[in-house]
């Protein structure tokens, strides 16, 4: 009898230890104030929000309930930087055509130029480009000029836009913290970025010297990137 209690226990802890290994990987603390942008509305989540993958969607649980994850990156208050709440694709052209994967919950920094992606203590760098997302999310890590129909504005590292279909552009500024929608009809809407690539963002392609290419959007079939 004791030794099957002794039996019982042991197993019972190896049950926990499994479960909080498991749970480390597929949840996310901030331990600060976060927030959300959905087509120019801010959704606020508190310093003890958990982000946690559900399998089939992401959630997250805040001091008002839980509530399911959109693709906008998750952003922080009062300093320039954002967590991945979806997998998504590097692509620096200025360096070649490699591709690699950016897992989520990985939280992305830049400084002068210098692109920081950090995931459970270890870290990889790049230097500008893009991420996407393999549908509408495009995250800039270089400064872009972002042009809707004929107006133009210029935008900062880790700024990002998403384009819904042939109806509305949602970008986000990083440097003011804005998130602004304009409606679209039949526009082409394109980002230049400061190392010379040019993105169409309405029709998922990338402007090369030998014409346009569509992007590439299977995002978990690319090998992720190397962080020690």
Known sequence: MIELGVAGVLLLLLVLLVYWYVDGLSAYKPGEATHQYVLGNMIGYDENAVFRDAKENMTVASGDGKHVLTNSPILYEGTTKLTLPVNMLLMVPAEGTGLYRIN??????????????????????????????????????????????????????????????????????????????????????????????????????????????????????????EMR
């Not at 002068?112 to 990889?124: L, P």
């Open 104 to 225: 989520y919950f990985t939280t992305v920094t830049e400084t002068q130029g210098r692109v920081t992606f950090t995931q459970d203590k270890k870290s990889a760098q790049s230097f500008g480009g893009f991420l996407y997302d393999g549908a509408d999310l495009y995250i800039f890590l270089e400064p872009v000029e972002l042009t809707i129909a004929n107006v133009s504005r210029d935008l900062p590292p880790l700024s990002y836009a998403k384009v819904y279909y042939d109806q509305s552009v949602e970008f986000y500024n990083s440097e003011t913290n804005e998130d602004k929608v304009v409606a679209i009809s039949d526009v082409e809407v394109s980002a230049v970025g400061q190392s010379g690539f040019k993105l169409n963002l309405t029709k998922d392609v990338i402007y090369t010297s030998d014409g346009e290419a569509l992007l590439y959007s299977a995002v978990d079939n690319v090998g992720p990137i």
